[in-house]
């Protein structure tokens, strides 16, 4: 469906038609370009939370039958101790639940992908109405 470009009756309403029509793009295109930084930043960081799970698992698996093995009170049970706890714990926070104010709450994950939707529905749409008023106004003489 073509747009009402019959309503820009001059030149002038035709370049203060474009001219809003091109911020709102300019904004639509920065929400978009957002969008896809934080897809981008999800991703990385869920990489990279799986890399530091991994290390952390692998610590624990080592740490503990070293630790087993030493004598209590000793400075390499105390040294190898103090890793194993540190490396349980960073197990324990890279598999604890998240909480429910972040992006894995399921309303709030559900509205983002509404946001996308949006932007990457009206972005084309802009681009059509910008075009249909730039041939509309070179029909115009005034």
Known sequence: MAF???????????????????????????????????ADQAGERATARTADL???????TQLTPLV????????????????????TRRVQ????PAAASTAADPVNAFLKAVDVRQVAVQLPELDTAIAEVEAHKATLTT
């Open 54 to 60: 991994t290390e952390a698992q692998n610590s624990v």
């Open 4 to 38: 009402p470009v019959a309503l820009l009756p001059t030149r002038a309403h035709c370049d203060a038609t474009l001219a809003s029509l091109r911020q709102e793009k300019r904004v639509l295109d920065l929400q978009n370009q957002t969008f896809d930084l934080h």
């Open 93 to 96: 926070d890279l598999t604890a």
């Open 68 to 87: 087993a093995g030493l004598t209590p009170g000793s400075p390499e049970y105390i040294l190898n101790n103090r890793l194993l706890v540190r490396a």
